[in-house]
C-alpha cells in the first residue's frame, strides 16, 4: 500500500545540462555541464499546478503531459508513495531541443524530486534506469544523475518480456577540462536526425570508432592532449552533416584549427572540450553568425535538498 506524502514538503532540484556521444561513443559517452534547470516540486491538497520561466515557456504543456510531472509521477510509483496534489515550477536555462539534454535533464529532475520526497529511498542505479526509460538510452540521462563523465549501456533482455535496463558508471573528468558550446538558433528532432544514420555501417569505421572510443575514455580522465583524436567520429557526424549544415561547417573549422570539436547530442549544437579557452576572435565569429555562446566547466550530479 501506498503511503500518502504530507502536504507542503518541497523538493528543490538543480540539474545539469549534458552532452552525449563526445564524438565517437554514440549512446555511450555523456557528460555533464554547468548549464542548470532549476525544479521545485511541492505536494498540495490536491490538483496539479505547472510552471514554466525561461526555456520553453509558453511552449511545453502545463498538465500532466509535461515530461516533469510525468516523471515525478513516475518516481513517485517506484518509491511506493502518493501525492494529493503537486504544484511544479520549472526554471529553465537549458536550451531546448539544442543536443543539450534538456528532455533527459528534465526527467531527471522529475524522478529525483520525487525521490527527495519519498526521502531518498532510490539509488542512484534507479533514477537512471527510470529516466533514462524516457530517453531510450542513458547516455545524457545518467550524466545528469551521476555528474561529470560517463559510460553508459542498455542491457536488452533476450526474451523480450521486461524493459531494458539502462547502466552507467561514472568517469572522473580532469580537472583542466573545460567546455564550450556554439548553439545555433534553431531545433533539431532527435528522431528526425537518427533517421538519417544508415542501418549498416563499415567494418573499418566500426574498428575506427572502437578504437577513438577507448581513445576518449582515457582522454578525458587523464590525457587531456588527446581530446582532438579522441572526438573523432565515422560513425554518426558525417551523416548528418547534410541537415546540420551549420554545425557540421562550424565543426570542420573548429578542428581545422586545432580545437576538439563534435556534434553534442543530436545537434545542432557544437561542444569544444579543452584545457584552454577557445580563441576569443572564434567565438566573437560564432557570435556574429548568430550561435549563442556557453563557456562552461564539467558540472557535478543533480542535486536534491527537501523542506
Request: proline fraction near 7%; include cysteine; aromatic fraction near 4%.
Amino acid at each position: 500500500m501506498s503511503t500518502a506524502l504530507p502536504v507542503g514538503r518541497t523538493a528543490h532540484v538543480t540539474v545539469p545540462a549534458s552532452s552525449a556521444n563526445l564524438g565517437p561513443g554514440f549512446d555511450t559517452l555523456g557528460l555533464a555541464v554547468s548549464l542548470y534547470d532549476h525544479v521545485d516540486v511541492e505536494v498540495t491538497e490536491c490538483g496539479l499546478e505547472v510552471t514554466v520561466e525561461g526555456q520553453g515557456a509558453g511552449e511545453v504543456p502545463l498538465d500532466e503531459r509535461h515530461l516533469v510531472v510525468r516523471a515525478v509521477r513516475a518516481g513517485l510509483n517506484a518509491a511506493g508513495v502518493t501525492a494529493p496534489g503537486l504544484k511544479v515550477t520549472c526554471r529553465n536555462s537549458i536550451p531546448q531541443s539544442r543536443g543539450l539534454g534538456s528532455s533527459a535533464s528534465a526527467a531527471v529532475a522529475g524522478v529525483a524530486a520525487a525521490n527527495g520526497l519519498a526521502g531518498f529511498v532510490l539509488d542512484d542505479a534507479a533514477v537512471v534506469q527510470l529516466a533514462s526509460d524516457f530517453e531510450g538510452h542513458p547516455d545524457n540521462a545518467a550524466a545528469s544523475v551521476l555528474g561529470s563523465a560517463i559510460v553508459g549501456w542498455t542491457e536488452v533482455p533476450v526474451d523480450g518480456t521486461t524493459k531494458p535496463q539502462y547502466r552507467a558508471v561514472q568517469i572522473p573528468a580532469d580537472a583542466r577540462i573545460r567546455a564550450t558550446a556554439l548553439v545555433p538558433d534553431f531545433r533539431a528532432s532527435t528522431q528526425a536526425v537518427r533517421r538519417v544514420l544508415p542501418s549498416d555501417v563499415t567494418h573499418m569505421d566500426a574498428r575506427f570508432n572502437v578504437s577513438r572510443c577507448a581513445v576518449m575514455t582515457v582522454a578525458i580522465q587523464h590525457h587531456p592532449e588527446l581530446l582532438w583524436e579522441g572526438t573523432r567520429d565515422r560513425l554518426h557526424q558525417p551523416y548528418r552533416a547534410d541537415v546540420l549544415p551549420v554545425t557540421a561547417e562550424w565543426v570542420n573549422r573548429l578542428r581545422n584549427r586545432g580545437w576538439p570539436a563534435y556534434l553534442s547530442g543530436a545537434g545542432p549544437t557544437v561542444m569544444v572540450l579543452s584545457t584552454e579557452p577557445v580563441d576569443p576572435q572564434i567565438l566573437d565569429q560564432a557570435r556574429a553568425d548568430g550561435l549563442a555562446v556557453h563557456e562552461l566547466e564539467v558540472a557535478g550530479p543533480v542535486e536534491v535538498t527537501v523542506d
